[in-house]
């Protein structure tokens, strides 16, 4: 049973560009969240979706940021006119259901120029 | 205030000792604890997973949570060089659309 799959794992993008990172639940999972990583802190909670829905967006920065999760197809986070702030390493989890577990991906680390 | 706090560290241990990790919180309304291990530039990867007060043991880790003191532990015997990590305590409130609210993370050496 593969594991949560993240691409791409690393991706350099200039100031104002769009970042895109992409995120593939466990087999089973219908649950997905994201978290982001500064260098040195913890893993701070962003969007928590199901399939075609948006649970909770409580850690989602108001503007540039977005995320899908269609009913076909990876979870995307999308991250318009990026700029140096935004650098961290971006995690997915996913799980079967929102009382159990959370399985992690591997990270797209993302570094902003 | 942060609603969970961890020590980063660093901390370094002989091969064979037995390792303490602890973290606090304040939300009482936290159902769920967890424990993390990190290695560098790896996704957390979950070792402990616990809904009630007491003990829960497996193979060298045990957690430990204290609802009542708001305090939960792991612990690591007979430690190994492979355990140096950063250990993230986690925890999330029994809802429907729960998310997990981490420590900082301790960074863990085991010295051979």
């Known amino acids: 049973n593969a594991g949560v799959m993240q691409n791409p794992r690393h991706l350099v993008r200039r100031r104002g560009q769009e970042a895109r990172l992409r995120c593939s639940p466990m087999k089973g999972h219908s649950h997905v969240y994201w978290y982001r990583q500064l260098p040195e802190e913890g893993l701070k909670f962003m969007v928590y979706?199901?399939?075609?829905?948006?649970?909770?967006e409580s850690g989602m920065p108001k503007e540039r940021f977005s995320a899908e999760f269609p009913k076909e197809g990876p979870s995307i986070l999308r991250i318009q006119q990026v700029v140096r702030g935004d650098s961290a390493a971006y995690f997915c989890?996913?799980?079967?259901?929102?009382?159990?577990?959370?399985?992690f991906g591997p990270g797209t680390r993302l570094t902003v120029t | 205030q942060k609603e969970v706090e961890q020590d980063p560290g660093p901390l370094s241990v002989p091969e064979g000792a037995i390792v303490s990790l602890n973290c606090t919180y304040s939300?009482?309304?936290?159902?769920?604890f967890m424990w993390y291990r990190q290695y560098s530039r790896k996704g957390p990867e979950l070792l402990m997973y616990?809904?009630?007060?007491g003990n829960k043991e497996d193979g060298r880790f045990t957690a430990q949570v204290d609802k009542s003191s708001k305090y939960i532990s792991l612990f690591i015997r007979d430690s190994q060089p492979s355990d140096s990590a950063t250990y993230l305590c986690a925890m999330k409130e029994y809802s429907s659309a729960s998310k997990i609210i981490f420590g900082s993370g301790t960074r863990l050496s085991i010295r051979p």
């Open positions: 989890a996913s799980s079967p259901g929102d009382e159990y577990e959370q399985y």
């Open positions: 979706l199901q399939k075609e829905n948006i649970i909770d």
């Open positions: 939300n009482s309304a936290f159902q769920y």
């Open positions: 616990t809904y009630s007060s």
